[in-house]
Structures are given as structure tokens and as C-alpha cells.
């Protein structure tokens, strides 16, 4: 027994050293969690019955185009982008939500404090520069952990999703969603998708719900979106039968109704032929349309053109806002011809009028 002892403790002190290592280096956050919303000036409440512009984009963590990225290709061979670049991409962001000048911005991938950006506040770089046209927002952490393993990572990730209004964020919340199956400790180092809820008051005293999110890109098919956008059907249908006005935006990376066969082959990993986001769709409108999305005219709804030095272009699309049929759709697009050299993503932007009071 004192052999025993003598092998085996030292080996399950080493066992616990590491366990406790991960769980100091890494990120568990509950399924509900009251996140920071900020106005740095009282800004006005919205108005029943009002137009609102809104405009989802994510933003790539300011990386650009120039490179095809490890987890872009199998022979992606660059880790992160250079200064130069994530300035030129900070600039151009800034420059297409002003020229756009939309009501609520729902950002996707900025990073915070993460190594392959060079440690960066993204979020306040980018604030710094459109402070004046939106005095408010939230921000919530859709992935952080102060180390990760992964030899082309080895080092701090933090992604976010930021929302900014120009109109006053009464309060908001992160809401956890389901996430990809792994083991007890891989799992603590991946993504953990959420959805960034805001809810801004309205004159007549009641509020609207902007919902924010990114749902990450699996590497094969598994029920991992499926049932993220279940949870997120359910956090709509709750806001729906409570009468509540809502709109999501985000990076959903699932494909509309026909795309999938227009895809070469190689491409359609990890798409599967009945795309989850019909939980949605089934229930709700969604911008870009089904039809717009693969009809005639579909190549002006395409949000995603990956780094891959195979397409000259975009080549599907990913990104979408979904709103209560208390909204009414006046008019959207997807800003292409000056956003390409970006993000891997382009903007989705559309003007909606609010429900008028009862």
C-alpha cells in the first residue's frame, strides 16, 4: 500500500495541478448573465410607430482579406493579421457605418485581449470613432479564455459581440446557447455562443428586444446548430407571446433554402441539405428572403466571401436579420461594392417601421 501510495500520489497531484490550471485559464459563464449597457449621454427613447435602420456585420476581427488564415484552407498557413491591416480594416468599418448611419449596429467577432489581434480593445478602438453617432451599447464575450493551447492560437482569445444604438439601452443580458459536443477539458478552451440581448425602451412605456449573435462555423455536421437555433426560437417565441417588437442579427453560418447545390462540392462541408435556420424562417421573416436568396437576383444577397484565393468574390450567403411580424419590412440590402477587401462577411442593412401604439 505504501508503494501504492508512493506511484500514484505524485501522478494524481499532477492530475489536479492541471485540472486547476485549465479552470484558472479559462471561461465558464452562466446561462444567463446581466452584461454592462452604457450611454454616455441621455439618449432618446424610441417612438412607436418610427422607421429604425439597423445593419448586422461581422467584422473579422478587423483581419481583412489579405490572407488565407490556418482555419480558413487546410493549407492556410497565416495566424494573424498585421497591424497595418486591423488598422486599414478599423478605418473602413468606421467609414461604412457612418456613411450607412443606421439607428443600431449589431457587430459580430471584435476582439478583446486576444493574441492573434495583438491584444487589442477593438471594441474601444472602434468606439473612439463613431462615439458621437451612438452614445450607447453593450458588449457581451462569445469566446475568452486566457490561454489556448492550439499551436496556432497558443495564446489569450477574447471575441465579443457589440451592440450600438443611438437610441437609450434601458439594460442587457447574455443568454448562453447550446454548445458543440467535446470532451471535459477540450471543451472549456472552445466558443461558447451566446446570444447579446438589449432592450430599449419605448415612449409609450413598453420596449423592443435587438438581439445580437454569431453562431460559430462546425467543422462537420452535428446537431450543435440545430440546437442553438432551437434555443433561439425559443427566446423569440417568449418575446413574441409576451408582445414584445424584436429583431436579431448575426452571423448564423447556415445557408438559405437552395443553396447548398450551388456550392462546389468541397464547399458544402459542413452544410447539411435541410439547413437548421428553418426553425426560423418556418415561424419568422428574415432578410434576405429565401427567394431573394436564391432567386434570380441572389447574387446581391450574398454576405460571406471566405479567404480563399479560389473565389474572386462572394459565394453564399450566412448573414441575417429576422424580425417580429409586429415590424414592418420598408426596405434591405447587402452593402458589396465597397466592402469586399474588409471582412470575410458584408453587411446586412435594413429599414423597418416599429409597431405603432395601441
Not at 465558464?28 to 439618449?43: F, G, I, K, L, Y
Not at 493551447?149 to 442587457?172: C, D, K, M, N
Not at 477539458?185 to 435587438?210: C, E, H, W
Request: a negative charge; glycine letters at 4%; hydrophobic letters at 40%.
Amino acid at each position: 500500500m505504501t508503494r501504492l501510495l508512493r506511484y500514484t500520489l505524485p501522478s494524481l497531484l499532477i492530475v489536479i495541478g492541471v485540472m486547476t490550471l485549465i479552470y484558472n485559464l479559462t471561461w465558464r459563464p452562466d446561462a444567463r448573465e446581466v452584461v454592462p449597457a452604457s450611454c454616455t449621454v441621455q439618449a432618446p427613447s424610441l417612438v412607436s410607430g418610427q422607421a429604425l435602420k439597423v445593419m448586422t456585420w461581422n467584422v473579422q476581427y478587423l483581419a481583412g482579406k489579405r490572407y488565407v488564415f490556418w482555419n480558413d484552407l487546410a493549407q492556410g498557413d497565416d495566424e494573424k493579421p498585421t497591424l497595418e491591416d486591423m488598422a486599414f480594416s478599423l478605418d473602413e468599418v468606421a467609414r461604412v457605418i457612418r456613411d450607412e448611419n443606421p439607428d443600431i449596429v449589431l457587430l459580430q467577432e471584435l476582439d478583446d485581449n486576444a493574441k492573434t489581434s495583438d491584444y487589442q480593445n477593438q471594441f474601444k478602438l472602434l468606439q473612439e470613432r463613431v462615439a458621437d453617432l451612438y452614445p450607447c451599447s453593450a458588449r457581451a464575450f462569445d469566446w475568452k479564455a486566457d490561454f489556448v493551447p492550439q499551436p496556432h492560437i497558443f495564446g489569450s482569445v477574447g471575441r465579443q459581440l457589440v451592440t450600438l444604438s443611438r437610441y437609450q439601452i434601458e439594460h442587457a443580458e447574455r443568454l448562453q446557447l447550446p454548445v458543440e459536443p467535446a470532451n471535459v477539458i477540450s471543451r472549456q478552451f472552445k466558443p461558447k455562443n451566446a446570444l447579446l440581448v438589449t432592450y430599449l425602451p419605448l415612449n409609450d412605456g413598453g420596449q423592443m428586444a435587438a438581439l445580437n449573435t454569431h453562431l460559430d462555423r462546425v467543422l462537420q455536421t452535428d446537431e450543435t446548430l440545430q440546437a442553438q437555433v432551437t434555443a433561439i426560437a425559443k427566446v423569440l417565441d417568449k418575446f413574441e407571446s409576451l408582445g414584445t417588437p424584436w429583431l436579431i442579427g448575426g452571423d448564423f453560418n447556415l445557408l438559405p433554402l437552395g443553396q447548398l447545390r450551388r456550392l462546389p462540392d468541397d464547399q458544402r462541408t459542413p452544410y447539411s441539405a435541410e439547413s437548421a435556420l428553418h426553425v426560423l424562417w418556418d415561424k419568422y421573416p428574415m432578410i434576405p428572403t429565401n427567394n431573394e436568396a436564391s432567386g434570380i437576383n441572389r447574387a446581391r444577397w450574398l454576405t460571406h466571401y471566405p479567404n480563399d484565393p479560389g473565389l474572386n468574390g462572394p459565394d453564399r450567403t450566412v448573414d441575417y436579420l429576422f424580425y417580429s411580424p409586429r415590424i414592418k419590412r420598408v426596405e434591405a440590402t447587402v452593402r458589396q461594392d465597397d466592402t469586399l477587401r474588409i471582412s470575410d462577411h458584408l453587411p446586412v442593412i435594413a429599414r423597418f417601421l416599429l409597431p405603432a401604439a395601441p
